[in-house]
């Protein structure tokens, strides 16, 4: 059966705007990202994408992932209808409010379309994933242009319904929606980013596995800055090993676009249009339906990458392929050590099966150990 997907935009999210002060998060992104929906309507046979309106919503339903206090707080500032910063990289206007009235309401039609079996992706502004409970989460240094986490609120829902996976492929760590749910096991959540020891927002490590009851659900997948399709293609192996045990009805995508080669200046990546193809065909594989919200991507990364996203959602079975890339090798050396501290969180809490040939590929990845005297004393110096 052919898949088919719904897109929920509404011209409130050009709202939320930085005016003329320079900002990578503005409502220029909607321009390109809408462009790109056009396109694979004209490419994709029988209708199978339609732009609904997002309706409007109440702000008060972000209580089920946020701290009421918190969500009171954003309502007061957005109240004063004046631009006004957060923190260094987060900023409200006097049209924020209506955008994330729209932002509430959309999350709440793309739960009624997946409990249907249809899949939707949320065109919307501002991002959501590095909102936490209260703001800013896991100790990051800003709240990275998020203020109220729909990515969060639509899988907190759904959970009540079947069996939820979030998948986060932004550049960049899904902290606030790791926060949100990190003593839950009902829903795990999958995050791809860029080695948080050189990146925004410094969290997401392999052994930032949950808590509790949730310990084991929380896996962080961390690619090297210049990674290419060679090594997110090994990602997308292991993401369907995870899926494939966990079996979710619903899954919920933070999906960013800013990994794409030459999308964002801050983070330099070098993925094509096979990644995203191929992430979107495996989504849409594993689960009843699909809900995506747009993360990030600024610029190219909305044009090329988004595109082969809902081709990928959509299984069309062609699409015009970037040529590929290929990593280096001090990019591979990072990614397979990080890539075994992966597999091993995994295995240690026994919430998630793998097969046994990605286990023993991550046994054979143990640093060799050389062992060396210095006055006398043994020590151990570790090589990967």
């Given at each position: 059966?052919?898949?088919?997907?719904?897109?929920?935009?509404?011209?409130d999210?050009?709202e939320?705007?930085?005016?003329?002060?320079?900002?990578?998060?503005?409502?220029?992104r909607?321009?390109?990202?809408?462009?790109?929906?056009?396109?694979?309507?004209?490419?994709?046979?029988?209708?199978?994408?339609a732009?609904?309106?997002?309706p409007?919503?109440?702000?008060?339903v972000?209580?089920?992932?946020?701290?009421?206090?918190?969500?009171?707080?954003?309502?007061?500032?957005?109240?004063?209808?004046?631009?006004?910063?957060?923190?260094?990289?987060?900023?409200?206007?006097?049209g924020?409010?209506?955008?994330?009235?729209?932002?509430?309401?959309?999350?709440?039609k793309?739960?009624?379309?997946?409990?249907?079996?249809?899949n939707?992706?949320?065109?919307?502004?501002p991002?959501?994933?590095?909102?936490?409970?209260?703001?800013?989460?896991?100790?990051a240094?800003s709240?990275?242009?998020c203020?109220?986490?729909?990515?969060?609120?639509?899988?907190?829902?759904l959970?009540?319904h079947?069996?939820?996976?979030?998948?986060?492929?932004?550049?960049?760590?899904?902290?606030?929606t790791?926060?949100?749910?990190?003593?839950?096991?009902?829903?795990l959540?999958?995050?791809?980013?860029?080695?948080?020891?050189?990146?925004?927002?410094?969290?997401?490590?392999?052994?930032?596995?949950?808590?509790?009851?949730?310990?084991?659900?929380?896996?962080?997948?961390?690619?090297?800055?210049?990674?290419?399709?060679?090594?997110?293609?090994?990602?997308?192996?292991?993401?369907?090993?995870?899926?494939?045990s966990w079996?979710p009805?619903?899954i919920v995508?933070?999906?960013?676009?800013?990994?794409?080669?030459?999308d964002n200046e801050?983070?330099?990546?070098?993925?094509?249009?096979?990644?995203?193809?191929?992430?979107?065909?495996?989504l849409?594989?594993?689960?009843r339906?699909?809900v995506?919200?747009?993360?990030?991507g600024?610029?190219?990364?909305?044009?090329?990458?988004f595109?082969?996203?809902?081709?990928?959602?959509?299984?069309?079975?062609t699409?015009?392929?970037?040529?590929?890339?290929?990593?280096?090798n001090?990019?591979?050396?990072?990614?397979?050590?990080?890539?075994?501290?992966?597999?091993?969180s995994?295995?240690k809490?026994?919430?998630?099966?793998?097969?046994?040939?990605?286990?023993?590929?991550?046994?054979?990845?143990?640093?060799?150990?050389?062992?060396?005297?210095?006055?006398?004393?043994?020590?151990?110096?570790?090589?990967?």
């Amino acid at each position: 059966m052919a898949r088919r997907l719904v897109v929920l935009y509404h011209d409130d999210f050009r709202e939320h705007s930085p005016g003329s002060v320079k900002h990578p998060e503005d409502p220029g992104r909607l321009d390109i990202a809408l462009k790109s929906v056009a396109d694979v309507i004209s490419y994709a046979p029988g209708r199978r994408v339609a732009v609904r309106v997002a309706p409007r919503g109440d702000l008060n339903v972000f209580n089920k992932v946020h701290d009421q206090a918190y969500v009171e707080r954003v309502k007061a500032i957005l109240r004063s209808r004046k631009f006004e910063w957060l923190d260094k990289d987060t900023y409200v206007s006097r049209g924020t409010i209506k955008a994330l009235s729209r932002l509430a309401g959309a999350s709440q039609k793309a739960v009624i379309l997946a409990l249907r079996g249809v899949n939707s992706f949320i065109l919307g502004r501002p991002p959501s994933h590095h909102a936490g409970r209260s703001g800013r989460a896991m100790r990051a240094p800003s709240m990275g242009f998020c203020l109220l986490n729909a990515t969060a609120l639509i899988a907190g829902v759904l959970a009540a319904h079947g069996r939820v996976a979030v998948v986060d492929f932004d550049v960049h760590h899904g902290n606030g929606t790791q926060e949100i749910f990190y003593s839950n096991p009902h829903i795990l959540h999958v995050d791809i980013h860029v080695d948080p020891a050189v990146s925004y927002p410094g969290t997401g490590y392999p052994g930032d596995v949950g808590e509790g009851e949730g310990a084991g659900t929380k896996v962080n997948i961390v690619t090297p800055h210049m990674a290419g399709d060679d090594i997110y293609g090994d990602v997308l192996e292991l993401v369907e090993a995870i899926l494939s045990s966990w079996k979710p009805d619903y899954i919920v995508v933070s999906a960013g676009f800013d990994a794409y080669r030459g999308d964002n200046e801050m983070v330099l990546m070098n993925v094509g249009t096979r990644f995203y193809y191929n992430i979107g065909r495996l989504l849409a594989s594993n689960a009843r339906a699909v809900v995506s919200v747009l993360e990030g991507g600024y610029s190219i990364g909305l044009d090329r990458a988004f595109k082969a996203y809902i081709a990928g959602i959509l299984g069309l079975r062609t699409w015009p392929w970037d040529p590929p890339s290929h990593s280096g090798n001090t990019a591979w050396r990072t990614y397979k050590a990080y890539k075994r501290l992966v597999v091993a969180s995994i295995l240690k809490h026994g919430r998630i099966s793998l097969p046994k040939e990605i286990a023993r590929e991550a046994e054979a990845l143990k640093p060799k150990v050389r062992r060396y005297r210095r006055r006398k004393r043994r020590y151990r110096r570790y090589i990967f």
